[in-house]
């Protein structure tokens, strides 16, 4: 075993952060680091928080750690995307609201500046979850900004996904509906003690009842569903998680116990119920998917990167379209001896 591997499975928070870093920087053995801390992982619930710039999820992640360390957990925290053009101050801003827990020895908190890293953002958040995993973290709190295409895919990265809004919001929370639809396990709606949280919880419930008409399962599926106890659980209907939509005042600790109760609830659900495990699973297949194809890449660019270069001048100078070059990209990788399965990546 590496030696930081070793020492971060021991539980060194500084261990944990130079493995980070290198993660982070694709730099030296981290794939082994990575492969040695695996058996060391599968232990963390990870908690995605996503929503609106400035709907108070640094807040809210502040007080979910402390509601957590009080239940004696180790917690981390990663904040995902302060090189968004839209929140150039987020890092600090992030920093800031999650000072107090600043010298717990049992809080990690990391910003992840890695936009444009190969195999995309949300690899590198999961690689980073496993790393902080193996550190023995109870809960993992994956902060992150927006609902952009990257963003949504580290949703799916995590067991249980809370979206935040706020009121006065509306705009931004209906340009976000589709995909706020799909990977929300949790609604929160903070700044509470603002005008418009009704109207924002109402515009909420109708969003979920429309999307319950596309997404409800056919009857003849109930069944299959049934939680595996034969006992219901809280919030499953029908084989279906239903999202609760949980008011708060972050700021004020207000709402904080029900909304971690809320999360708690989901957690239960993906372990309590065959429509749990059922997407557990999935996850696990998308993110095995997902590492494949950044795998596959990484080997590629290596094997042929010139071919690559070469091809994209042709296309551009339509001398070939894109498809046929694809496949001939394909075929030069096969027959380069990486592609054949001869030579493994180093
Ligand atoms: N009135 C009120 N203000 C709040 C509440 N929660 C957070 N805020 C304030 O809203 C501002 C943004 O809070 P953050 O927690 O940084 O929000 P964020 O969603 O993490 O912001 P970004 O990371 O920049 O997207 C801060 O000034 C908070 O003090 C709340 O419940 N009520
Ligand atoms: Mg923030």
Known sequence: MHPLAERLVAGDMRALARVCRLVDDGLGAYRTILKDLFPATGHAWTIGITGVPG??????????????????????????????????GAILGDRIRMQ????????????????????GLSRSAADLIRVVDAWHADVVVVETVGVGQDELEVTRRVDTTLVVVAPGMGDDVQAIKAGILECADTFAVNKSDREGADAAVRHLELMLALGHEVTAPPLGHVGAHAPASGRPVAGDVGGR??????????????????????????????????????????????????????????????????????????VAGREIDPYSAADELVAAFRSSGSGAGRGAAP
């Open 55 to 88: 709907a108070g999820k640094s807040t809210l992640t502040d007080q979910l750690i402390a509601w957590h360390r009080a239940r004696g957990r180790r917690v981390g925290v990663l904040c995902v995307d302060p090189t968004s053009p839209f929140t150039g």
């Open 100 to 119: 107090r827990h600043g010298l717990d020895e049992e809080v990690f908190i990391r910003s992840l500046a890695t936009r444009g890293a190969l195999g």
């Open 241 to 314: 998680w239903e999202p609760q939509i949980v008011r708060c005042v972050a700021t004020a600790g207000t709402g904080v116990d029900e909304l971690a109760t809320a999360l708690e609830a989901h957690r239960v659900w993906l372990h309590g119920t065959e429509a749990g495990a059922a997407r557990r699973r999935e996850r696990l297949a998308e993110a095995m998917r997902q590492d494949l194809r950044a795998a596959l890449l990484d080997a590629a660019l290596r094997a042929i990167g010139p071919e690559v270069e070469r091809a994209v001048a042709r």
